[in-house]
Protein backbone atom coordinates (compact mmCIF):
# COMPACT_ATOMS: atom_id res chain seq x y z
CA UNK A 1 0.00 0.00 0.00
CA UNK A 2 1.52 3.19 -1.11
CA UNK A 3 0.99 5.49 2.18
CA UNK A 4 2.22 9.38 1.32
CA UNK A 5 3.82 10.05 4.80
CA UNK A 6 1.26 13.08 5.16
CA UNK A 7 -1.37 9.98 5.33
CA UNK A 8 0.93 7.64 7.28
CA UNK A 9 -0.01 6.96 11.14
CA UNK A 10 1.48 4.92 13.73
CA UNK A 11 -1.22 5.22 15.87
CA UNK A 12 -2.10 1.75 16.81
CA UNK A 13 -5.11 2.70 18.56
CA UNK A 14 -6.63 3.66 14.50
CA UNK A 15 -5.34 0.25 13.82
CA UNK A 16 -7.74 -1.28 16.34
CA UNK A 17 -10.67 0.28 15.64
CA UNK A 18 -10.44 -0.04 11.84
CA UNK A 19 -9.84 -3.44 12.60
CA UNK A 20 -12.42 -4.24 15.21
CA UNK A 21 -15.43 -1.96 12.68
CA UNK A 22 -14.04 -4.10 10.00
CA UNK A 23 -12.95 -7.00 10.64
CA UNK A 24 -14.96 -8.88 7.28
CA UNK A 25 -10.86 -8.40 5.50
CA UNK A 26 -8.81 -9.72 2.98
CA UNK A 27 -6.33 -12.59 3.47
CA UNK A 28 -4.25 -12.65 0.61
CA UNK A 29 -1.63 -15.38 -0.34
CA UNK A 30 1.01 -15.93 -3.23
CA UNK A 31 2.25 -19.13 -2.35
CA UNK A 32 1.53 -20.80 -6.00
CA UNK A 33 -0.28 -17.93 -7.39
CA UNK A 34 -2.04 -14.73 -5.91
CA UNK A 35 -4.91 -15.90 -3.75
CA UNK A 36 -7.23 -14.04 -1.66
CA UNK A 37 -10.37 -14.95 0.36
CA UNK A 38 -12.58 -12.82 2.73
CA UNK A 39 -12.63 -13.73 6.17
CA UNK A 40 -13.94 -12.91 9.34
CA UNK A 41 -10.47 -11.50 11.60
CA UNK A 42 -9.96 -10.82 15.18
CA UNK A 43 -7.12 -8.77 16.34
CA UNK A 44 -5.97 -10.95 19.63
CA UNK A 45 -4.07 -9.06 22.29
CA UNK A 46 -4.61 -11.99 25.10
CA UNK A 47 -0.26 -11.00 25.04
CA UNK A 48 0.09 -6.96 23.84
CA UNK A 49 3.62 -7.49 23.07
CA UNK A 50 2.91 -10.36 20.56
CA UNK A 51 -0.40 -9.60 19.61
CA UNK A 52 -1.78 -11.58 16.27
CA UNK A 53 -4.21 -11.75 13.38
CA UNK A 54 -6.37 -14.77 14.24
CA UNK A 55 -9.18 -16.00 10.96
CA UNK A 56 -10.38 -19.31 9.57
CA UNK A 57 -11.17 -20.01 5.87
CA UNK A 58 -12.82 -22.91 4.63
CA UNK A 59 -11.32 -26.32 4.43
CA UNK A 60 -12.27 -26.81 0.58
CA UNK A 61 -11.03 -23.45 -0.09
CA UNK A 62 -7.50 -23.79 -2.41
CA UNK A 63 -6.34 -21.44 -0.09
CA UNK A 64 -6.15 -23.40 2.74
CA UNK A 65 -4.91 -26.37 0.87
CA UNK A 66 -1.68 -24.41 0.04
CA UNK A 67 -0.82 -22.54 3.00
CA UNK A 68 1.42 -23.92 5.53
CA UNK A 69 3.32 -22.72 8.84
CA UNK A 70 5.90 -20.04 7.63
CA UNK A 71 4.11 -18.72 4.63
CA UNK A 72 3.77 -15.37 4.32
CA UNK A 73 0.35 -13.50 3.35
CA UNK A 74 -0.91 -10.07 3.79
CA UNK A 75 -3.98 -8.79 5.81
CA UNK A 76 -5.99 -5.94 4.27
CA UNK A 77 -8.40 -3.66 6.41
CA UNK A 78 -10.62 -1.03 4.11
CA UNK A 79 -12.17 0.73 6.30
CA UNK A 80 -14.37 4.36 6.38
CA UNK A 81 -14.39 5.68 2.84
CA UNK A 82 -16.10 8.06 0.77
CA UNK A 83 -16.24 10.28 -2.35
CA UNK A 84 -14.73 13.45 -1.84
CA UNK A 85 -16.24 15.94 -4.91
CA UNK A 86 -13.92 18.77 -6.33
CA UNK A 87 -17.10 20.86 -6.29
CA UNK A 88 -16.38 21.11 -2.47
CA UNK A 89 -13.64 23.28 -2.66
CA UNK A 90 -12.53 26.82 -3.27
CA UNK A 91 -10.36 26.76 -6.54
CA UNK A 92 -10.32 23.66 -9.72
CA UNK A 93 -9.39 20.55 -8.79
CA UNK A 94 -9.86 16.86 -9.55
CA UNK A 95 -12.29 14.67 -6.64
CA UNK A 96 -10.93 12.30 -4.56
CA UNK A 97 -11.54 9.77 -2.17
CA UNK A 98 -11.10 9.83 1.48
CA UNK A 99 -10.28 6.67 3.52
CA UNK A 100 -8.74 4.62 6.59
CA UNK A 101 -7.22 1.42 5.88
CA UNK A 102 -4.51 -1.47 7.48
CA UNK A 103 -2.39 -4.01 5.57
CA UNK A 104 -0.64 -6.37 7.91
CA UNK A 105 2.23 -8.73 6.45
CA UNK A 106 2.55 -11.90 8.74
CA UNK A 107 4.18 -15.38 8.62
CA UNK A 108 1.45 -17.88 8.53
CA UNK A 109 1.00 -20.45 12.11
CA UNK A 110 -1.80 -22.91 11.55
CA UNK A 111 -3.96 -23.62 14.54
CA UNK A 112 -4.33 -26.81 16.92
CA UNK A 113 -7.46 -28.18 17.86
CA UNK A 114 -8.03 -26.54 20.88
CA UNK A 115 -6.47 -22.56 19.17
CA UNK A 116 -9.18 -23.00 16.94
CA UNK A 117 -12.22 -23.94 19.11
CA UNK A 118 -11.25 -21.16 21.03
CA UNK A 119 -11.05 -18.56 18.08
CA UNK A 120 -14.56 -19.85 16.52
CA UNK A 121 -16.09 -19.21 20.53
CA UNK A 122 -14.52 -15.71 20.16
CA UNK A 123 -16.11 -14.83 16.71
CA UNK A 124 -18.97 -16.26 17.54
CA UNK A 125 -19.42 -13.86 21.01
CA UNK A 126 -18.58 -11.04 19.25
CA UNK A 127 -20.96 -11.08 16.87
CA UNK A 128 -23.76 -13.09 18.70
CA UNK A 129 -23.90 -11.12 21.71
CA UNK A 130 -25.91 -7.96 20.03
CA UNK A 131 -28.67 -10.75 18.98
CA UNK A 132 -32.07 -10.56 20.84
CA UNK A 133 -31.81 -14.94 21.55
CA UNK A 134 -27.63 -15.25 21.21
CA UNK A 135 -26.80 -18.40 20.39
CA UNK A 136 -23.28 -19.09 21.76
CA UNK A 137 -20.43 -21.89 20.70
CA UNK A 138 -21.55 -23.57 24.87
CA UNK A 139 -24.97 -23.75 23.32
CA UNK A 140 -24.74 -26.10 20.58
CA UNK A 141 -22.60 -28.61 22.20
CA UNK A 142 -19.40 -29.66 22.06
CA UNK A 143 -19.82 -32.85 19.78
CA UNK A 144 -21.42 -30.35 17.45
CA UNK A 145 -18.89 -27.73 17.17
CA UNK A 146 -16.45 -30.33 16.46
CA UNK A 147 -18.16 -32.01 14.00
CA UNK A 148 -18.48 -28.53 12.31
CA UNK A 149 -14.79 -27.91 12.70
CA UNK A 150 -13.50 -30.38 10.81
CA UNK A 151 -14.70 -27.82 7.56
CA UNK A 152 -12.71 -25.12 8.86
CA UNK A 153 -9.03 -24.70 8.49
CA UNK A 154 -7.67 -21.93 11.26
CA UNK A 155 -4.66 -19.82 10.86
CA UNK A 156 -2.50 -17.60 13.07
CA UNK A 157 -1.14 -14.52 11.43
CA UNK A 158 2.46 -13.13 13.47
CA UNK A 159 2.56 -9.58 11.99
CA UNK A 160 6.31 -8.86 10.30
CA UNK A 161 4.93 -4.99 8.76
CA UNK A 162 1.83 -2.79 9.62
CA UNK A 163 0.90 -0.12 7.66
CA UNK A 164 -1.92 2.37 8.62
CA UNK A 165 -3.18 4.60 6.15
CA UNK A 166 -5.38 7.75 7.21
CA UNK A 167 -6.35 9.75 4.07
CA UNK A 168 -8.41 12.34 5.21
CA UNK A 169 -8.01 15.50 3.45
CA UNK A 170 -4.95 16.88 5.40
CA UNK A 171 -3.78 18.07 2.27
CA UNK A 172 -6.19 21.03 2.00
CA UNK A 173 -6.17 24.49 3.18
CA UNK A 174 -8.66 25.01 6.26
CA UNK A 175 -11.87 26.73 4.74
CA UNK A 176 -12.10 23.53 2.11
CA UNK A 177 -10.59 21.14 4.94
CA UNK A 178 -14.05 22.55 7.20
CA UNK A 179 -16.69 22.65 3.58
CA UNK A 180 -15.70 18.72 3.21
CA UNK A 181 -16.90 17.98 7.03
CA UNK A 182 -19.86 20.25 6.49
CA UNK A 183 -20.69 18.74 3.14
CA UNK A 184 -19.92 14.45 4.42
CA UNK A 185 -22.41 15.28 7.63
CA UNK A 186 -25.31 15.60 5.31
CA UNK A 187 -24.28 12.74 3.30
CA UNK A 188 -24.62 8.97 4.06
CA UNK A 189 -23.38 6.93 7.23
CA UNK A 190 -20.09 6.37 5.09
CA UNK A 191 -19.38 10.54 4.85
CA UNK A 192 -20.79 11.24 7.97
CA UNK A 193 -17.68 8.44 9.85
CA UNK A 194 -15.01 10.16 7.57
CA UNK A 195 -16.37 13.25 8.83
CA UNK A 196 -16.05 12.42 12.21
CA UNK A 197 -12.56 11.31 11.93
CA UNK A 198 -11.05 14.68 9.91
CA UNK A 199 -12.48 16.23 13.42
CA UNK A 200 -10.50 14.12 15.09
CA UNK A 201 -7.58 14.19 13.31
CA UNK A 202 -8.51 18.24 13.24
CA UNK A 203 -8.08 18.37 17.06
Not at 31 to 53: Q, V
Not at 141 to 163: N, Y
Request: aromatic letters at 10%.
Amino acid sequence: MFIPKLYRSEDFDVMRDIIKENSFALLISSADKIRATHSMMLLNEDDPENAYIETHISRANPQAKILKDGDEVLCDFLGAHTYISSSWYDHINVSTWNYEAVQIYGKVELMNHDELYAHLDKLTSKYENFQQCPMMVKDMGKEFVEKEMKGAFGIKIIPTEIFIKQKLSQNRKEPDFNNIITQLEQSDDNGKKIAEKMKLIKK
